[in-house]
């Protein structure tokens, strides 16, 4: 705290991820921190984009902790992967994969403009991993992000790897009015003077964003696409956890839940024409 440089709050007021599990058939949640419940986001669900970063998410089984770290804006970035015990390790995301630890996958942050129950225009912040990133990726290969708005239907496409069944995000371009654009220029024009400040501060210390302070308590599921409940399994052995690849053309010695370095990779390549781009939904957001 300091009279001339103050901390500046993260001025997101959801932290939502998709959650895939068989058990809610896909479903968009996120952490209430007055009641402390997870809450579900109904289907369909609009959203610009505002911003997006990178970071890490995941599930240590031996610690029975959620895996959170700080945010950056590409690969070579110094993350700090923290799990409820503390700092587990240091370095560019490459580093850290290279550690082999248990569980740590990687994810991307979006930070988005949505409308909440009232109307009214909010930022939020989207948590995207494993196969929910996948289609994220393959969605912005489609679509100008910058450009139109993103609409997620209320049909999630259903899959299965093995025993597990589990449902991906059906993600589809949406026209924006001149109104609505405004509203998003001006949100971000928020946004940004806190990751201004953000990006300067050292990842080391304490508070770090959407991933340490707001996305909930510091556990997590054992995976996402398995079961979408807020705390671990405790009847969910770690051999027997597993997810869909983090991207369409991973090996096939990959595990299902993937290790994120070729979909880190793919965030480098150059989006689509814009002329070139799939039409967009009629009824614009």
């Known amino acids: 705290m300091s009279r001339s440089n103050p901390t500046v709050k993260n001025p997101a007021t959801r932290f939502m991820q998709w959650r895939g599990g068989e058990e809610g058939g896909g479903r968009i949640t996120y952490y209430d921190k007055e009641t402390q419940e997870e809450i579900e986001v109904p289907l369909p669900f609009s959203f610009l984009v505002l911003d997006e970063l990178q970071t890490l998410t995941g599930f240590n089984d031996a610690q029975q902790s ?11 970035g110094l993350l700090v992967a923290r799990t409820k015990q503390g700092i587990q390790a240091r370095g560019t995301y490459q580093q850290i994969k290279e550690m082999g630890l248990n569980g740590l996958k990687f994810a991307q942050s979006v930070y988005v403009m949505f409308k909440d129950e009232t109307g009214e225009f909010q930022i939020g912040n989207f948590k995207f ?85 707001d996305d909930g308590p510091k556990y997590a599921t054992t995976t996402d696409e398995l079961n979408g409940k807020p705390k671990p399994s405790k009847d969910v052995k770690p051999e027997d956890v597993q997810i869909e690849n983090l991207d369409e053309k991973a090996d096939d010695d990959d595990t299902e839940d993937g290790d994120g370095d070729s979909a880190a990779k793919a965030e480098t390549k150059p989006q689509k024409d814009a002329k070139k781009l799939k039409p967009m939904k009629d009824v614009a957001f």
């Not at 959620?66 to 070579?76: D, K, T």
């Not at 997620?152 to 924006?176: D, H, L, M, S, W």
């Not at 109104?179 to 953000?198: G, I, K, M, P, V």
């Open 66 to 76: 959620g895996y959170w770290s700080n945010e950056v804006r590409n690969s070579n």
């Open 129 to 213: 991993s494993g196969a929910a990133m996948s289609a994220w990726i393959d969605f912005k290969k489609q679509f100008d992000i910058d450009k139109c708005a993103v609409y997620i239907t209320n049909e999630p496409k259903k899959a299965k790897k093995g025993r597990n069944t589990y449902f991906i995000p059906v993600f589809e371009g949406q026209n924006v009015t001149d109104a609505t654009e405004a509203e998003a220029q001006r949100l971000d024009e928020q946004l940004q003077r806190y990751l201004n400040t953000y990006m300067q501060r050292k990842p080391d210390e304490d508070d770090n964003g959407a991933t340490a302070e």
